[in-house]
């Protein structure tokens, strides 16, 4: 790309925006762009993809799953795409961000989140203790 654009939603640093904002900016420019790649938040990436539909421009995004094995065998990096079972592992981690079932992944990617956050609350507590 010959252009960087930078959005942030406090305003912080560069523009006040949500990706989509200079996205859908550029995707109605006259030529549209012929591949827009999302790499990040999966509800990022969902918006991103929804974005780019309506003007038919290619959308690849970067699955971050739940992965244990590396393999496909354990199935914790199983989605949808197009209709069919994918396994990020092994498939992806690059998908037609079109055909992605967004709200399956995001809601197996919840599925463990009971334990993500006494595993986050557990480290912290292990970091204040150590720091005394």
Request: proline share 6%; aromatic share 6%; with cysteine.
């Amino acid at each position: 790309a010959d252009e960087h654009i930078v959005v942030t939603d406090d305003g912080s640093f560069g523009r006040k925006a949500l990706v989509t904002a200079p996205l859908k900016e550029l995707c109605s420019a006259s030529p549209p762009p012929a591949l827009a790649v999302a790499i990040g938040p999966p509800i990022m990436m969902k918006f991103c993809a929804e974005t780019t539909r309506p003007f038919g421009v290619k959308t690849l995004v970067s699955l971050n799953t739940i992965m244990i094995d590396g393999t496909g065998m354990c199935g914790g990096c199983r989605v949808s795409v197009g209709g069919e079972t994918k396994f990020v592992c092994v498939d992806g981690p690059e998908f037609d961000g079109h055909l992605v079932d967004w709200d399956g992944m995001m809601s197996r990617l919840r599925s463990y989140k009971g334990q993500e956050d006494d595993a986050h609350h557990k480290c912290h507590l292990e970091l204040d203790g150590a720091a005394r």
